[in-house]
């Protein structure tokens, strides 16, 4: 994953510093490159994880008991580090779990947390691929 990054972000680097004198089709050529690999690159299968299914089924699952992690902040590995930890956390207690919502930055000054402002997950991360991940597991 990291070295297809790295890859792609040399190949981004070659195409709008190297390979042609024209800004504009620098930015084109990188777009359309960006769009050829986005439907591969970023369609992971949902995982299906035996050891997740080996938690849930040790659980003894509690239907009034849900978590709510509302105070996740800082940079996207951070967060979803906080965000997989509740989700361990609820597992291991029987709770449920509601969609988390994220504490977001201040746009002029990245140091500076908005706390009163949070944001679904969406913002960063497929919600959707989660749940089904968690599901399938």
């Known amino acids: 994953y990291i070295v297809s990054l790295f890859a792609i972000f040399n190949y981004l680097l070659f195409t709008l510093f190297v390979h042609s004198p024209d800004p504009a089709q620098h930015l084109q050529h990188a777009l359309h490159f960006l769009n050829t690999i986005a439907d591969d690159f970023f369609n992971y299968r949902s995982l299906d994880s035996s050891e997740f299914r080996r938690a849930c089924g040790r659980t003894e699952w509690n239907d009034s008991l849900v978590f709510t992690c509302d105070n996740s902040n800082g940079g996207v590995g951070h967060i979803s580090t906080s965000i997989l930890n509740c989700v361990r956390y609820a597992i291991s207690t029987g709770a449920g779990l509601s969609v988390p919502r994220i504490v977001i930055r201040d746009a002029n000054n ?9 944001v679904k997950m969406d913002c960063l991360f497929d919600v959707q691929h989660l749940a089904q991940s968690l599901n399938i597991s």
């Open 110 to 118: 990245m140091i500076k947390l908005q706390t009163e402002n949070r």
